[in-house]
């Protein structure tokens, strides 16, 4: 979960100021976590705490309220209705990662990621988003190889996974949605060559770059095992303590 959390703060800078190039510095003055990171934090603490995932996104998301949240999905934060909002949105699948860590079948991560994402995000596409990258996370987790996770998530979603970055990214605009944003995450993973490049090629496309950067990172910490010290380093210190101890616990029990 390390991975997203990485993703999402090395992206905070370029979601309101996108580029097209992989050549950025990854830290800077503004460089802070996001919404991605708290409703990653949530996740995580769900699963250990075996709380109701819509209580620890509300509780979270009220604790932090500043933190960059769609609209509606703030007002669901601060409503007293319990039901989804019927949203396609990405939020779905920033927030999952946790998921491929913890369960250990793809029966498990896949009815754990709907459950995850349809108490906000109960629309077809934004299941669809939660589980693709969970899946993703999981067999990355496993040691599948990048051929066999293109292919299970192309047989299972439908995503068109055939495009290259360079196919993508000339025309490739802001898009908050699962459909327009999920598969394009997961190409920037399967380009990759190592960690920190997954993330510079998932904010190299110019488009929601925090969330987008946050599903490939968290895929590729599953994949490559270790992030880069430095970077590590650079994220810890911009979270605060209770994440910082959530992360902890979480990565202590499941490897992370």
């Known amino acids: 979960m390390l991975g997203a959390i990485s993703g999402d703060v090395i992206g905070s800078v370029y979601e309101a ?14 460089s802070k976590f996001t919404d991605d990171t708290v409703l ?23 604790r932090y309220p500043r933190a960059g949240y769609g609209a509606a ?9 319990d039901g989804p909002y019927n949203s396609w949105g990405n939020g779905s699948a920033m927030r999952v990662s946790p998921v491929g860590f913890a369960f250990d079948s793809i029966d498990a991560v896949l009815e754990e990621a709907e459950r995850n994402a349809s108490v906000s995000h109960n629309h077809l596409e ?13 067999l990355a987790r496993k040691g599948e190889n990048k051929d066999s996770i293109k292919t299970a998530i192309e047989m299972r979603f439908a995503y068109d996974l055939k495009r290259t970055l360079d196919d993508i990214r000339p025309e490739y ?16 993973f399967l380009e990759s060559k190592d960690f920190e490049d997954a993330v510079r090629k998932a904010v190299s496309l110019g488009g929601d770059s925090d969330t987008m950067a946050c599903i490939a990172g968290g895929i590729a910490h599953a994949f490559y095992r270790k992030i880069p010290e430095y970077i590590v380093a ?17 990565m202590e029990m499941y490897g992370s």
């Open 17 to 30: 100021h996108p580029i097209k190039s992989t050549d950025f510095p990854l830290f800077g003055r503004y």
């Open 40 to 62: 990653t934090i949530a996740t995580a603490y769900s699963i250990l705490e075996k709380v109701d995932y819509a209580k620890a996104f509300r509780t979270f998301g009220r």
């Open 73 to 81: 999905f703030y007002q669901w934060i601060f409503s007293s209705q």
């Open 126 to 138: 934004g299941i669809k988003g939660a589980q693709a990258t969970a899946l993703a996370v999981f």
């Open 173 to 188: 605009r802001f898009d908050v949605s699962c459909q327009g944003s999920v598969p394009e995450s997961i190409t920037a």
């Open 234 to 250: 650079n994220v810890r210190e911009r979270l605060p303590v209770e994440f910082l101890e959530i992360i902890d616990r979480f």
